[in-house]
């Protein structure tokens, strides 16, 4: 923004000083100015007549103005040091914002001393430095990501369609049948990238929402492929009501549920989905048998296009982005997301969100 030129804070700090100390000092003279006339009586007499207090007051007078004067330089000059000694810190508070919005977002103020109004700005500007630091990171990685996963079907397409084009005898239908595969890939991993921009945004509507219902709602709908890969879905729970986007919370449990068929064991694999109330919140929870993880890998599964154990059938691949898309849910409504592994093997997710009264009005 283009703002005319004006007085530095400084200078604005150095006259309010002066000024202060001026009408102080002139106060005080004003006191003793009045207590003189009311309290001082006559003086001696003098060849010329009688010392009256006027000839008192003049000479008073006099040393006042001088007085005057010298509080006058001495608070410009003591206000002028003292104010640059207090913004300081705004100093390097400054450099740092102009090094930010350069670009160079690794930079702290780190501002020594104890703790007072600049220092809590100064730490809350490094806090807030390190946030987007990391924020911008994770963005640059996650389009370095998804331009290798979405240049991985466009490179397959093209090679299909040249070799349809040197090799005129090649099975159209099977040329036909593997393009419309990586097709579909394709679009499942753009609305994936689109569903995950709209919920990082927050553009939805809230409204109330019981989670174990989009539970019954997810299982209902994924019991077909538990079924086919022989994995067990087990549902129990209270009612958890919450305020949010039914359709974007229905997402997050359905990929939570479909996660934990597709990462199970091979056979005889089983799925919990548990929901509960907690005093001003309300969880879900999806736990599934599977694979030891570590706790290294389980922290890297939240990131976009990051993939723990192996998937029972590779047609149910996904596009890496399913937990990457419930963590910004999750977030998008105020929630906590926690993964933790189960020592029997496979892993505990948790979701937890605020809770509303069951008996509020809709």
Do not use: C
Not at 125 to 154: G, I, K
């Amino acid at each position: 923004m283009d703002r005319a030129p004006g007085l530095s804070v400084r200078l604005k700090l150095t006259l309010s000083y002066a000024g202060f100390l001026m009408l102080a000092g002139a106060l005080l003279l004003a006191a003793v100015w009045v207590s003189l006339l009311n309290f001082m009586p006559e003086m001696g007499s003098s060849p010329d007549g009688p010392l009256s207090r006027s000839d008192f007051l003049r000479g008073f007078a006099s040393a006042a103005g001088v007085v005057l004067v010298f509080l006058l330089v001495f608070g410009l000059l003591g206000g002028w040091i003292l104010a640059g000694r207090m913004l300081a810190p705004l100093t390097h508070i400054t450099d740092a914002t102009r090094m930010a919005t350069n670009g160079s977002l690794s930079h702290r103020i780190r501002l020594p001393g104890r703790k007072d109004e600049f220092r809590e700005l100064a730490d809350a500007f490094d806090t807030m430095l390190a946030r987007l630091e990391a924020h911008v990171a994770e963005q640059r990685r996650f389009a370095a990501n998804a331009s290798h996963e979405l240049r991985t079907p466009l490179a397959i397409s093209k090679t299909l369609l040249d070799v349809a084009r040197t090799d005129p005898t090649h099975d159209t239908g099977e040329l036909i049948d593997r393009l419309h595969a990586v097709n579909t890939r394709a679009i499942d991993l753009t609305e994936a990238l689109l569903l995950l921009s709209r919920a990082d945004q927050r553009s939805f509507t809230r409204e109330h929402v019981d989670l174990s219902l989009l539970a019954e709602e997810a299982t209902e709908t994924l019991l077909p492929l538990g079924e086919k890969l022989g994995v067990t879905i087990e549902t129990s729970g209270d009612i958890t009501p919450t305020t949010g986007s039914r359709a974007l919370l229905l997402q997050l449990t359905t990929n939570l549920v479909q996660n934990a068929i597709v990462h199970n064991l091979p056979e005889q694999g089983t799925v919990w989905v548990n929901t509960s109330v907690r005093p001003n919140s309300v969880v879900l929870t999806v736990e599934n048998t599977g694979e030891n993880v570590s706790p290294q890998l389980v922290s890297t599964l939240t990131e976009p296009f990051q993939r723990g154990t192996e998937r029972i059938h590779t047609e149910h691949a996904g596009v890496g982005l399913g937990l990457a898309i419930v963590k910004t849910i999750t977030h998008a409504h105020d929630g906590t997301l926690t993964l933790t592994p189960r020592s029997a093997g496979g892993i505990r997710i948790a979701v937890e969100l605020p809770a509303i009264s069951p008996h509020a009005d809709r």
